[in-house]
T-cell receptor, first 113, second 114 residues
Framework: TQLLEQSPQFLSIQEGENLTVYCNSS?????LQWYRQEPGEGPVLLVT?????EVKKLKRLTFQFGDARKDSSLHITAAQPGDTGLYLC?????????????FGKGITLSVRP | DVKVTQSSRYLVKRTGEKVFLECVQD?????MFWYRQDPGLGLRLIYF???????EKGDIPEGYSVSREKKERFSLILESASTNQTSMYLC?????????????FGSGTRLTVV
């Protein structure tokens, strides 16, 4: 059973459209992160959210952490071809020195010009 | 610019060969991780290390071993490569207690075993 479920798995949209993708779990996380990975490269951290209900914005990307700290959403406004990539969410169940992240399987986004 | 460097971007090895994948970070991070990434399966943790000379098994350690003789270097070893180990291998690091700040990943090594 996957601890973090991401949906949808695949999304293909036209440039200029808005979209929202999701990361859900039945577990409570101390923090949750979103990464973007381009083909042939490693994931790059976009944002970390730590407080229930927290909203963070990164240009056209808006990230929200659920009130119960079990889920998160990523909203992209006016998507551009440069937004194409694999979006991974990852959560930390603990806050200790030796805690580690649990990753979802990712959402593959394709933005057509 | 801080970084995690993986020694090879692409490798092709023969079945049965011993394969070394090297990872070096320049951020003085305590924690280092090795993942493999396969379509439909996501990132799966192979091994991790919280300190020099220390190692812990992840979710799929079979067929792999690791070495961490220096803080900045974490090596993944495929003792006898098999075709089912063809994959993208990703190294990552973070500071102790820094997991909430995220991992820094290397660019990955695409390994093909023939």
């Amino acid at each position: 059973t996957q601890l973090l479920e991401q949906s949808p798995q695949f999304l293909s949209i036209q440039e200029g459209e808005n979209l929202t993708v999701y990361c859900n779990s039945s577990s409570v996380f101390s923090s949750l992160q979103w990464y973007r990975q381009e083909p042939g490269e490693g994931p790059v951290l976009l944002v970390t959210v730590v407080t229930g209900g927290e909203v963070k914005k990164l240009k056209r990307l808006t990230f929200q952490f659920g009130d119960a700290r079990k889920d998160s959403s990523l909203h992209i406004t006016a998507a551009q071809p440069g937004d194409t990539g694999l979006y991974l969410c990852a959560g930390a169940l603990e806050t200790g020195a030796n805690s580690k992240l649990t990753f979802g399987k990712g959402i593959t986004l394709s933005v057509r010009p | 610019d801080v970084k995690v460097t993986q020694s090879s971007r692409y490798l092709v090895k023969r079945t049965g060969e011993k394969v070394f994948l090297e990872c070096v970070q320049d951020m003085d991070h305590e924690n280092m991780f090795w993942y493999r990434q396969d379509p439909g399966l996501g990132l799966r943790l192979i091994y991790f290390s919280y300190d020099v000379k220390m190692k812990e098994k992840g979710d799929i350690p079979e067929g792999y071993s690791v070495s961490r003789e220096k803080k900045e270097r974490f090596s993944l070893i495929l003792e006898s490569a098999s075709t089912n180990q063809t994959s993208m291998y990703l190294c990552a690091s973070t500071s102790a207690g820094g997991v909430r700040y995220g991992y820094t990943f290397g660019s990955g090594t695409r390994l093909t075993v023939v």
